[in-house]
């Protein structure tokens, strides 16, 4: 008994000894030199896990109503058209797309009218290039700056024209706005061609000047040409009749609004003039002049000076949505010119023209069909007089491109075209752009014999038009012919 007490008190002595010695170490990590949170645990003992009272659910109250169920809809594919089906990553649409509009049907047989774009863009692309550097370096404005005077208002324009025919020549334009009223212009100017031929003229413009809104411009101006095409009269003339006259003439003109500025598709001018032309053998290193006693017969006003008055009325019907770029519209011109000499000479005429132009959309992008029907024809303003060289109806190229100018001149036009527009480029967001053009034209003339569709003048070809929306600021032309090519270039833009 008493050893077995002997070994409890040793043993409860022990088990003191090893308690005492754990809690006091010092260093250790719970010692109190340490500062250690009484609340954390010690390192190695093991924290109990505490229980959760249990959570209640809310009840809600008596005036709260219940929330409705939603009845779900049976499983399988939703309602209505099936979804598109998901593209591969390496197949999914460009977010820069273009919308096409579907009203254009883009139908084989329309395709094959795109195919000229490509032969066009190689073709001019020395002009394409020029007018990128134009818009890179900003060189429109920076001779804008250079050509204009602020302070008095003035501005400078370049004239520019070349043709296989007439040879290169270039000029200037100076105005003036705001002489009498901020709705006033005065602009001079000329042109020389490298043959020496010149032409110099003034002009003066005042919108709203008479009431209605109707303006005021008139003309001054003197031209000598030296080398004006002439092949005689009539529809049988073949290139070898080619001679050239001289041509001396000065003039001024009146024009006045017949409406107002109140009226869009409707409008028309007044004109009045007096004019004065001398027509004598003209000089050229490549073709005969014209004489007296050729088989080529001089025209009526040879070798005389004439002193002409004329008298013009002109009518427009316009629906165009844009004068410069159209789209789409109709526009009509119809006119009547009096022509008398008044000093003695029995010449005298009335012209008398129309035409009509229809652009139609045919495809997206501002792509457009122009077709145009015209006319002219030269009638008598008195018995017996003969009529003046500038009255006669004429096919050359301004209606018939592949041909030389002044080609030819009789009693009787008509003329048909068809061209292709479409756009090849956009200056910045200015409205202002760069148009290439594909066309077809043919046309008769007679008078001194019958009407008749053989031989048909014809001639085909392209070019490109700088035009803003309110204006044409230059056309380059090469059409073909059978007699040949034609190429044409003029420039007349406001810098």
């Known amino acids: 008994m008493r050893g077995l007490l002997s070994i409890a008190l040793v043993f409860a002595f022990v088990l003191a000894s090893t308690g005492a010695s754990a809690q006091h170490a010092p260093g250790a990590p719970d010692s109190p030199g340490e500062h250690r949170d009484p609340t954390k645990p010690s390192p190695g003992a093991t924290i109990p896990e505490r229980a959760e009272p249990p959570v209640e659910a809310p009840v809600p109250p008596d005036d709260i109503p219940p929330i409705p169920v939603v009845p779900q809809p049976p499983p399988g594919p939703p309602p209505g058209p099936p979804p598109k089906p998901r593209l591969p990553i390496t197949q999914l649409e460009s977010t820069t797309s273009i919308t096409f509009d579907h009203r254009y049907h883009f139908d084989w047989h329309w395709q094959i009218l795109m195919l000229p774009e490509r032969v066009l863009e190689l073709a001019f692309l020395p002009i394409s290039l020029l007018v990128g550097a134009v818009d890179r370096y900003r060189l429109d404005r920076r001779l804008g700056a250079l050509l204009s005077v602020d302070n008095i208002g003035v501005k400078i324009s370049p004239r520019f024209k070349f043709s296989l025919g007439d040879g290169a020549g270039a000029g200037l334009w100076i105005k003036r706005t705001g002489l009498i009223s901020w709705r006033s212009q005065l602009r001079a100017g000329g042109i020389v061609r490298f043959d020496l031929d010149w032409q110099a003229e003034l002009e003066y413009q005042h919108a709203l000047l008479f009431p209605g809104g109707r303006g005021l411009r008139t003309r001054a101006y003197i031209e000598r040409d030296k080398n004006q095409r002439f092949y005689g009269i ?25 409406q107002g500025i109140d009226s869009f598709a409707t409008s028309g001018v007044a004109q009045l003039g007096l004019r004065r032309q001398h027509l004598t053998p003209g000089v050229s290193t490549m073709d005969p002049s014209v ?24 009518g427009r019907y316009d629906t165009r949505d844009t004068n410069g770029r159209p ?19 029995d010449l005298s005429a009335t012209t ?15 792509r457009v069909l122009v077709l145009t029907l015209a006319g002219a024809a030269a009638l008598p303003l008195f018995p017996g007089d003969d009529k003046p060289l500038d009255s006669l109806a004429m096919l050359d190229r301004t209606n018939l491109r592949g041909y030389d100018r002044e080609r030819f001149r009789d009693l009787y036009a008509i003329v048909a075209s068809a061209e292709y527009r479409f756009p090849i480029y956009e200056y910045l967001q200015s409205r202002i752009g760069l148009d290439a053009f594909t066309f077809f034209d043919a046309g ?8 008749s569709i053989d031989p048909l003048r014809y001639s085909l070809g392209g070019g490109i038009r700088g035009a803003a929306e309110t204006k044409l600021i230059f056309q380059t032309t090469l059409g073909w012919s059978p007699e040949g090519l034609q190429f044409n270039i003029g420039v007349e833009s406001v810098l």
């Open 291 to 314: 004489m007296i006693g050729d088989t080529v017969a001089p025209p009526p006003g040879f070798d005389i000076t004439a002193t002409y008055v004329d008298a013009r009325l002109v």
């Open 352 to 366: 008398l023209t129309a035409a009509a132009r229809l652009h139609l959309p045919i495809l997206r992008e501002h």
């Open 234 to 258: 009539g529809s049988a003339t073949v290139e070898s009749d080619r001679r050239v006259l001289e041509v001396y003439e000065q003039g001024a003109l009146l024009e006045v609004d017949l």
């Open 327 to 345: 789209t789409r519209g109709i526009s009509l011109e119809g006119s009547a010119l009096g022509r008398t000499d008044v000093t003695g000479k």
């Open 444 to 451: 008769t003339i007679w008078g001194r014999e019958s009407f």
